[in-house]
Nanobody, 116 residues
Framework: QVQLVESGGGLVQPGGSLRLSCAASGSILNINTMGWSRQAPGKQRELVAAITRGSSTNYEDSVKGRFTISRDNAKNTVYLQMNSLKPEDTAVYYC??????????WGQGTQVTVSS
């Protein structure tokens, strides 16, 4: 089992920045890829960014050049630096990971609201 706890969400004005953090605990040696997904009201959850244990990354097209995912394996933590935020980035952001034994885990989510 892996437990994921997010922090860092909040209210920010358009053009502003936020950094999300996600701390993993439990069977951390079995974690492969970590990532961030988001779900806006009335929309499906979508993967925003992901990072492998070897630090290869990929991003959803709408956040490329604005969001940066990083990972500190020593601290078992993944981060999402979000710059140039737009109102359409408003959503609940979920930390996620997959494991060597084929399971996927999710955090409880953190709200990000971009509004003036």
């Amino acid at each position: 089992q892996v437990q994921l706890v997010e922090s860092g969400g909040g209210l920010v004005q358009p053009g502003g920045s936020l950094r999300l953090s996600c701390a993993a605990s439990g069977s951390i040696l079995n974690i492969n890829t970590m990532g961030w997904s988001r779900q806006a009201p009335g929309k499906q959850r979508e993967l925003v960014a992901a990072i492998t244990r070897g630090s290869s990354t990929n991003y959803e097209d709408s956040v490329k050049g604005r969001f940066t995912i990083s990972r500190d394996n020593a601290k078992n933590t993944v981060y999402l630096q979000m710059n140039s935020l737009k109102p359409e980035d408003t959503a609940v952001y979920y930390c996620t990971c997959d494991t060597t034994y084929g399971s996927q885990y999710w955090g409880q989510g953190t709200q990000v609201t971009v509004s003036s």
